[in-house]
């Protein structure tokens, strides 16, 4: 596994689907410490992260992770407690959470919210998706965190909550 470094030459090329699928993997490896694990599972954004998330950062995240450290603690123990079912690229965030009935008020209160309450709200659904044992597009969950543009912000919003209610009518018909 190589170390993600946007200022190098290889992580120019690096997109956040293979940052994130390096990631859940990392993650899921037999060989990954099961305490390391543990501890990222544990972690709270409103808190000091534990060393073991340091060692991970600086090792595997972008150069630039510290821009937007309570972002990246939100994302890897989110990933972490939902390991080994983490990342699924064919399962749109909105169509999964359709398939298992997540209420449209939590929905609509996740993709409102903004900070810490964003990550406290991120980690709730996460572990609703983790009870059901399903791996879901982590690129989806890492745009909520780490998209800071208005614009893209809203599109990202607009492709969830279109697969959300894409997914209901078709369950409905």
Not at 3 to 21: H, K, M, R, Y
Not at 53 to 79: I, N
Not at 114 to 134: H, P, S, W
Request: aromatic share 8%; hydrophobic share 40%; net charge positive.
């Amino acid at each position: 596994m190589q170390n993600v470094q946007p200022e190098s030459a290889q992580a120019q090329t690096d997109s956040l689907p293979s940052i994130i699928g390096q990631i859940s993997g990392m993650i899921t490896s037999d060989h990954f410490p099961n305490g390391d694990r543990a501890a990222l599972k544990r972690m709270h954004p409103s808190k000091e992260p534990p060393l073991s998330f340091y060692r991970f950062a600086f090792r595997h995240l972008p150069q630039s992770w510290q821009r937007q450290q309570k972002a990246w603690q939100t994302l890897l123990t989110g990933m972490a407690l939902m390991s080994p079912y983490i990342h699924r690229p064919d399962q749109p965030l909105g169509k999964l959470l359709a398939d298992e009935h997540y209420s449209e008020a939590r929905l609509e209160r996740l993709l409102a919210a903004e900070g810490e309450i964003r990550n406290t709200l991120l980690l709730r659904m996460v572990r609703f998706l983790a009870a059901k044992k399903q791996a879901v597009n982590w690129v989806d969950v890492a745009g909520l965190l780490l998209t800071c543009d208005p614009q893209k912000r809203e599109r990202l919003h607009l492709r969830i909550a279109g697969d959300y209610y894409k997914n209901l009518k078709e369950k409905e018909q």
